[in-house]
């Protein structure tokens, strides 16, 4: 074992957020989204870094709202994820393992989960006086 | 990842302007952009005032309620209702303390019966689905071919409605857009403004924190709705656990609003409410194989495959799913909420009461699963696909990532969560886990709060409440009809009132407050601060308490305010957020230690155990203690149940109702 380094400790087991930077196209739709500010903008095109992921409340509303499906994902730590068995052959299984079964594509009710058509969002104007009321 | 690297190696992405002044002004603010104060937003404006929300994260998804909403509770005045609002009111209200809401504020409720459907009429008109327009469910018997409402919990009396809100904050944050209304997000509201600048006096606006920039916000307006929320995470803390041992609600419900409301001189009741909490061990809310709330009525079986019995409330079996969503034979309804499991009159179909001992005989066999594929077509896909889908936090969280491992409900059954025996088969530590009695979370609702009346006022003038800032708050439902009562109120009484003036005085001493973590170079983090006020609360307000307890508990809380409380420090306006948020849960401690020495007896209704004084319910204590902060000083006092039917009120629910609501006749609904 060559590469010991003198590093902090790895972080909590809350991660919750992971960008794939080929995908993600920098738009911060994410980062806007954010009840916490888990994330924090980056500039030019690049991903935004999820900075303060361990406050992550684990909504999925950045993954909601990414107009690129696949580029920004939310996972449960370890420790928050329940097993399943099937009913008609008593298999055990769980998110995370080896050899998984097929993803089920059934959307829920009402449509899909994440769509291309998901546009970045310009939600909030930072300068305040924009509204018919003079705000 | 590194996050240390971050901190010294990549600038702060905002332009940062610490004490850099911005003032607007308005008639109506509202401080909170979850749902509460989104339909105060929508309904103040309606009425022809200026409004401005205020809101500590994004409007469009933030709230507790910003997650989703997947079923309406209390729609009596929808056309498939079999019960009235009076009915379910009086029926509530003759329960007295056994239910939970005994100890709830009746006024709040009636409000919500009344308007329950109406907001969700709002909310259809802005897009969101109510109805099973694509005829999904076109034959199940929880759906009503004329109307296309479908039902939850009780099908025969059709008065919780299944929806499909997973994005109601959406369809509302541009309801809020078109009206012109003035979306302040990213800013934290830390203070209220009184005329003059002295606590007690009529609020004039709020002063905030901008949460990227640093900025110091200031908004005078003539009149203010707290819709902000109660303080989680006070008791129980840790990063090392999901999401900041993250309770139900948003991680922003940290009591800014409790805080600034008590400084300001407003008059809290139930602040001593408090219950078990598991302490951020739980699982994924909805996301484990359970038969209540969103999963209500789900077949579950055995480790062996044996179906769990299903029994009504005169403890005869079940035989047939459908018979899970029917009242029992001579029951007129039921509500189907975990906390009325043992309230015999309204509580729907459970498990056999006697599971736990069967469990230990051997009967039944841990672990027990849901068994999707049992259930009848419609139902399976109303749980998951519907319920979970639109419920707070299921999309991402449970249905993409089960089903993208390739959970099938069709095929599947989901674990449920291993629990003691004993505690098999009930609701709430299937929620909430199971931890010690040190460790409590503040009330999931009918908690503490402002005391309010039937305008949703305050005892400050200008000041109103709506969501989970009521005394007796809590629930999306309540949320939506107590934000657009409140909203209608604020709006009228803002018409009439004169031009607020502010203090600079109040302003200066805001931002020294404000600021102070951001001077300091060294010292120690929120966290580590935050970790000190719920030890002192875990020590001294667990769940025994004695005059003792709270005496000693309250002198530490000074002590820490006094001493690390002038040592955190903040590195940047996120941080500064967080370690003022820390600064509203010690304030929030404070007060729910005064109000706990308020009540000298133990409640069983309010899961509230004084070794000193342990006799349970006493009929002399059967009332509301009231605290409140005058001159610097703790004042006690008391308020009787039912007060807002007590004089000045006029003695029924309908006609305060009648006098106060400012609807016109013609559209009030339920008459």
Redesign the interface.
């Known amino acids: 074992m060559e590469n010991s380094n003198y ?2 400790n ?6 919750a957020i992971f960008i794939d930077p080929a995908l993600c196209r920098g738009c911060n739709t994410c980062a ?6 888990v994330l ?4 030019c095109g690049q991903p935004p ?13 950045c ?3 990414c107009p690129v499906p696949g580029a920004i994902r ?4 370890l ?2 994820r ?7 052959t008593g298999e055990f ?5 080896k050899n ?7 959307p ?3 449509g899909v ?2 769509a291309a058509k998901n546009r970045p ?1 310009q ?2 104007n930072r300068e ?1 006086r924009v ?5 | 990842m590194d996050d240390t690297q971050y901190r010294t190696t990549t600038p702060w992405p905002y332009p940062v302007h610490y004490g850099r002044e911005r003032m607007v002004e308005t008639d109506v603010l509202i401080l909170g952009g979850g749902i509460a104060g989104c339909h105060a937003a929508i309904n103040a404006a309606r009425m022809g005032v200026k409004v401005a929300v205020v809101e500590k994260g994004a409007t469009i998804r933030s709230g507790s309620g910003g997650a989703g909403v997947d079923h309406w509770h209390n729609a009596f005045t929808n056309p498939c209702s079999k019960v009235t609002p009076e009915e379910a009111a009086e029926l509530i209200a003759s329960l007295g303390l056994k239910m939970p809401e005994g100890y709830g504020a009746g006024h709040v409720r009636y409000i919500e019966f009344k308007e329950s459907w109406d907001a969700l009429l709002d909310l259809e008109k802005m897009g969101v689905k109510i109805r099973d327009v694509d005829d999904e469910f076109k034959g199940a018997d929880f759906r009503d071919d004329q109307t296309k409402l479908m039902f939850a919990y009780d099908y025969e009396n059709r008065h919780v409605i299944r929806v499909q809100g997973g994005k109601v904050k959406v369809a509302l944050y541009h309801e809020l857009k078109r009206l012109g209304i003035g979306i302040f997000d990213r800013v934290m509201a830390t203070s209220l403004l009184n005329e003059g600048g002295v606590a007690g006096g009529r609020v004039v606006g709020a002063m905030g924190v901008d949460v990227r920039t640093g900025e110091f916000c200031v908004f005078q307006a003539k009149a203010t709705i707290l819709a902000t929320a109660q303080p989680l995470r006070l008791w129980v803390f840790s990063t090392e656990l999901q999401g900041s041992a993250a309770e139900h609600d948003d991680p922003n419900c940290t009591g800014d609003g409790v805080a600034m409301a008590w400084k300001a001189g407003a008059r809290f009741s139930l602040m001593e409410r408090s219950e078990a909490f598991g302490g951020g061990f739980r699982y994924p809310a909805y996301g484990t194989g359970n038969a209540s709330n969103t999963w209500f009525g789900c077949s579950m079986v055995d480790a062996k495959g044996k179906e769990i019995p299903w029994v009504n409330r005169d403890g005869a079996l079940l035989k047939t799913v459908a018979e899970r969503f029917r009242p029992a034979p001579g029951q007129k309804f039921t509500l189907n909420d975990p906390r009325c499991e043992r309230v015999y009159e309204v509580r729907g179909a459970g498990f056999i009461p006697d599971l736990p001992e069967r469990i230990m005989k051997g009967e039944y066999e841990l672990p027990f699963y849901a068994d999707l594929p049992a259930m009848p077509e419609h139902e399976r896909r109303a749980i998951f696909g519907l319920m979970v889908g639109h419920e707070g936090k299921t999309l991402i969280p449970v249905y993409k990532a089960l089903t993208e491992a390739g959970f099938d409900p069709d095929k599947d059954m989901l674990q449920a969560n291993i629990v003691p025996a004993e505690m098999a088969g009930r609701t709430i530590p299937y929620w909430n886990g199971a931890g010690p009695s040190q460790w409590r979370g503040f009330a999931f609702i009918f908690f503490g709060g402002l005391v309010t009346d039937w305008d949703l006022g305050t005892n400050l003038e200008g000041l109103f409440a709506a969501g989970n800032q009521l005394m007796g708050g809590g629930t999306h439902t309540i949320a939506a009809t107590s934000g657009r009562y409140a909203g209608r109120k604020a709006a009228e009484f803002a018409l009439q009132a004169p031009a607020p003036t502010i203090s600079r005085a109040q302003l200066d001493a805001e931002k020294k407050r404000v600021y102070a973590p951001i001077e300091r170079s060294e010292g120690i983090g929120w966290k580590e601060f935050q970790s000190g006020i719920s030890r002192i609360m875990q020590d001294y307000c667990g769940e025994y308490k004695t005059e003792e307890t709270l005496k000693v508990g309250l002198t530490w809380l000074n002590s820490i305010r006094e001493s690390e409380g002038a040592k955190v420090c903040a590195r940047n306006p996120h941080e500064l957020a967080r370690t003022l948020e820390t600064f509203s849960r010690l304030t929030c401690g404070e007060i729910i230690m005064h109000a706990s020495l308020g009540r000298k007896a133990s409640s069983n209704a309010l899961d509230f155990k004084r070794l000193d004084y342990p006799e349970k319910d006493p009929p002399e204590w059967n009332k509301f203690v009231v605290v409140s902060l005058a001159h610097d000083q703790v004042k006690t006092g008391e308020l009787p149940l039912n007060y807002w039917l007590k004089a000045p009120n006029a003695p029924t629910l309908e006609e305060n109702y009648r006098n106060h609501c400012s609807l016109p006749e013609d559209s009030q609904h339920g008459k």
């Open positions: 590093v902090p790895p972080q909590t087991p809350c991660t806007e989204v954010c009840r916490v500010d924090i903008p980056s500039v870094i999820p900075v303060y992921s361990d406050e992550c409340w684990f909504c999925g509303v993954v909601e709202h939310m996972e449960h730590p420790n928050q329940i097993a399943w068995k099937r009913k008609e299984f769980r998110i995370g393992m998984p079964p097929p993803p089920n594509k059934k829920p009710v009402g989960v994440t969002l939600i909030q305040w509204s018919k009321h003079g705000f």
